[in-house]
């Protein structure tokens, strides 16, 4: 706990490492406790999530896990091959993409110009994929807030359970909802905040695969066992803080940080990023 708390103020002790010809970094000891046995991210799957490819007969551990990555990247990368472990039929739901007219002689004319082909590649932050592969027993979480009253909000996490064309049935994992059965609906999304010329609407489901998740989504979650990939160091304030304290134990933290530059004498390091002048 102190090891935690100092990580969280910026006072665990940090030593300038050579990573890279004449690249120093400051890197904090991650303690030996922590790291991973795994060699590889396909057998680090296997420690966080055992007999994985079963989940539906018995997902109540699935509640009470999950490993969590610093990039988006690397979340639709672990929950991917999460997918692929797992057995049973799967589930293909393509979105509709078109671009919302308006008087905008540059809107206007997109909307004929550009094929289809290229808005199902668009990928933004906060709206899910064109292409949502699911499977019964699939981790997932909600991207928008349905029904708060009903415990669908933003980051409320579900299993799969049903499917139908238009509406898939999903059991809640977590809140005060946790175990009722619901229903998810298509609904549309058109992000405001995006470099395109044009603006922009997706159709379809509002979740996205969650057997991973960002260290940032993580916030304010309570498990009971937790992985954190790390092929990169975090890159924001008190992220490894987060990753840390979402459980109660370092017994119950399993880490996995890629790459020998940051390996020395059977001791791992990582960066830390701590803005102490946030506590002043």
Same mark, same amino acid.
């Given at each position: 706990?102190?090891?935690l708390?100092r990580?969280?103020?910026?006072l665990?002790t940090?030593v300038?490492i050579?990573i890279? #010809?004449?690249i120093?970094e400051e890197?904090i000891?991650?303690?030996n406790t922590?790291?991973? &046995? ?6 680090f799957?296997?420690?966080v999530?055992? /007999?994985?490819?079963?989940?539906k007969?018995? %997902?109540?551990?699935?509640?009470? !896990?999950?490993?969590? +990555?610093a &990039? ?5 990368l672990?929950n ?10 799967e589930?293909?739901?393509? %979105?509709a ?11 206007? %004319? ?7 082909e ?7 932050s906060?709206?899910?994929?064109h292409k949502?592969v699911?499977k019964?027993?699939? @981790? @997932?979480?909600?991207? !928008? ?6 415990g669908l909000? /933003?980051?409320? !996490? ?10 898939? #049935?999903?059991e809640?994992?977590?809140g005060v ?8 609906p ?7 905040? +995006? ?6 609407k997706?159709?379809?489901f ?13 916030q304010?979650q +309570?498990?009971?066992f937790?992985g ?5 160091p ?10 840390? %304290?979402?459980v109660s134990?370092?017994s119950?933290?399993?880490i996995?940080?890629?790459g020998?530059?940051y390996? !020395?004498?059977?001791?791992?390091f990582?960066? /830390?990023? @701590?803005?102490? #002048?946030i506590?002043?």
């Amino acid at each position: 706990m102190n090891y935690l708390l100092r990580i969280g103020d910026g006072l665990e002790t940090a030593v300038k490492i050579s990573i890279d #010809e004449n690249i120093m970094e400051e890197l904090i000891e991650i303690n030996n406790t922590m790291i991973s &046995k795994s060699t590889n991210l396909d057998d680090f799957i296997e420690e966080v999530y055992p /007999n994985i490819s079963n989940i539906k007969i018995d %997902s109540s551990y699935a509640i009470e !896990r999950t490993i969590l +990555t610093a &990039k988006n990247d690397d979340v639709d990368l672990i929950n991917n091959k999460v997918l692929n472990k797992i057995n049973g039929q799967e589930f293909v739901y393509y %979105s509709a993409d078109d671009i919302v007219v308006s008087s905008d002689k540059f809107q206007s %004319s997109a909307h004929n110009i550009l094929p289809g082909e290229y808005l199902n590649s668009i990928t933004l932050s906060g709206i899910p994929p064109h292409k949502l592969v699911l499977k019964e027993g699939a @981790v @997932v979480m909600l991207m !928008r807030n349905l029904n708060p009253s009903l415990g669908l909000c /933003n980051g409320t !996490r579900l299993i799969c359970k049903s499917f139908a064309p238009h509406l898939i #049935e999903a059991e809640i994992i977590t809140g005060v909802h946790c175990h009722e059965r619901v229903f998810i609906p298509m609904i549309s999304f058109i992000p405001s905040d +995006t470099q395109l010329p044009f603006e922009f609407k997706r159709r379809q489901f509002p979740i996205r695969p969650a057997f991973a998740m960002t260290i940032n989504k993580a916030q304010g979650q +309570t498990m009971k066992f937790v992985g954190i990939f790390l092929p990169q160091p975090v890159f924001s304030h008190g992220q490894l803080y987060v990753a840390l %304290s979402r459980v109660s134990s370092e017994s119950k933290i399993c880490i996995m940080i890629e790459g020998e530059k940051y390996k !020395r004498s059977n001791k791992t390091f990582t960066k /830390n990023i @701590v803005y102490n #002048e946030i506590f002043n």
